[in-house]
């Protein structure tokens, strides 16, 4: 639909002079479903298993159950210390 409106807008008015830059503005955009969304999950099943898994993690603590990917990863905790403390920047050897 906009290229057959720029088709009739040169058609109309364009006389031959050199075209430096052409701007569309969407007056009154409206959604259309065009494309589904990547991240939309219906699965009901597969959100009731997120949240089991989620409740479980929270109760027993962080990767309680994890994917097989993460059997291997560091025990390191999930924490960022501060480079900070109130009196200035840490000092490190």
Same mark, same amino acid.
């Given at each position: 639909?906009? =290229?057959?409106?720029?088709?009739?807008?040169? !058609?109309?008015? $364009? #006389?031959?002079?050199? @075209?430096? *830059?052409? *701007? @569309?503005?969407?007056?009154?955009? *409206?959604?259309? *479903?065009?494309?589904?969304?990547?991240? /939309?999950?219906?699965?009901? #099943? #597969?959100? %009731?298993? !997120?949240?089991?898994?989620?409740?479980? !993690?929270?109760? =027993?603590?962080?990767?309680?159950?994890?994917? /097989?990917?993460?059997? %291997?990863?560091? %025990?390191?905790? !999930?924490?960022?210390?501060? /480079? $900070?403390?109130?009196?200035?920047? #840490?000092?490190?050897?």
């Amino acid at each position: 639909m906009i =290229y057959e409106l720029g088709q009739q807008i040169l !058609n109309e008015v $364009w #006389r031959g002079q050199p @075209v430096y *830059q052409i *701007q @569309v503005t969407a007056l009154a955009p *409206q959604p259309v *479903q065009l494309q589904a969304d990547l991240f /939309a999950n219906d699965d009901v #099943r #597969r959100i %009731k298993l !997120n949240a089991t898994l989620d409740q479980i !993690n929270q109760r =027993y603590g962080e990767l309680t159950l994890a994917p /097989a990917s993460l059997l %291997k990863s560091t %025990k390191m905790t !999930n924490v960022i210390s501060p /480079a $900070w403390k109130p009196s200035g920047h #840490r000092q490190t050897v």
